[in-house]
C-alpha cells in the first residue's frame, strides 16, 4: 500500500516535506520507520517471517513487527497501528519502552533503495503466540526465538541469511536492551 511519507535528512531530521512511499524508496529519500521487538518473560522473542509477495527480503525472519510512520503520524501511535494491523494485538503507549533510533540503508536494485530511520521499542508479549493474528498479506509465519539462539545464528553467516540484513550492531543491541529487562 503506497501512503505519504515524512521526508527526513540523512541525519534524521525533518525536512518539512512528504512524498509518497513508493517515491521515497525510488529515490532513496529518508523516512521513519517503527520496529517492535516483543520478548517474552522466559527469554524469547517474537520473530516474523516477512510474506512471501514482498517486495524486498520476502520468506526472510524480521522484526516482531515494523512498518512506515504515516506523514504527520506520532511514532508511537504509529507502533501501535502496526502491532495491532500484523498481529492482531492491542497494546497501548505504556507497554512501549523505546531503546532509540538506527539509520539503515538498504540498496536493493537500482528502482528500489530503503533509507530509513527506525524507531525501535521492546515490549513484553504477555499473551501466548497462538492468540496472535497474523496478517496474511504481510506476515508469512511467526516464531518464538531463544535470544542466545538468535544471537548464535546471527553470528553464524550461513545461518544469518535467514533473516533480513539489518547490521549486526543493531541485532545485538535489542539482544543486549532484552536480556537486561529479564
Not at 515494523?66 to 511514532?75: C, L, Q, R, S
Amino acid at each position: 500500500m503506497d501512503e505519504l511519507v515524512d521526508i527526513l535528512d540523512s541525519k534524521g531530521n525533518p525536512t518539512g516535506k512528504t512524498t509518497l512511499k513508493s517515491e521515497a524508496h525510488r529515490k532513496g529519500l529518508f523516512h521513519p520507520t517503527v520496529h517492535i521487538w516483543f520478548f517474552t518473560s522466559d527469554g524469547k522473542l517474537l520473530i516474523q517471517q516477512r510474506g512471501k509477495h514482498k517486495g524486498t527480503h520476502p520468506l526472510l525472519w524480521d522484526v516482531s513487527v515494523a512498518g512506515h510512520v504515516g506523514a504527520g503520524e506520532e511514532i508511537e501511535l504509529s507502533a501501535l497501528r502496526e502491532v495491532k494491523e500484523e498481529i492482531g494485538l492491542d497494546i497501548s503507549k505504556s507497554d512501549l519502552e523505546k531503546i532509540g533510533d538506527f539509520k539503515s540503508v538498504q540498496k536493493h536494485h537500482g528502482r528500489l533503495s530503503d533509507c530509513e530511520f527506525h524507531h525501535a521499542f521492546i515490549c513484553e508479549l504477555k499473551v501466548p503466540i497462538t492468540s496472535l493474528q497474523k496478517q496474511e498479506t504481510e506476515v508469512e509465519a511467526l516464531d518464538l526465538i531463544s535470544m542466545d539462539l538468535f544471537l548464535e545464528e546471527l553470528e553464524n553467516n550461513a545461518l544469518r541469511k535467514k533473516y533480513v540484513p539489518y547490521k549486526i550492531d543493531y541485532y545485538k543491541t535489542i539482544i543486549e536492551v532484552v536480556h537486561k529487562r529479564q
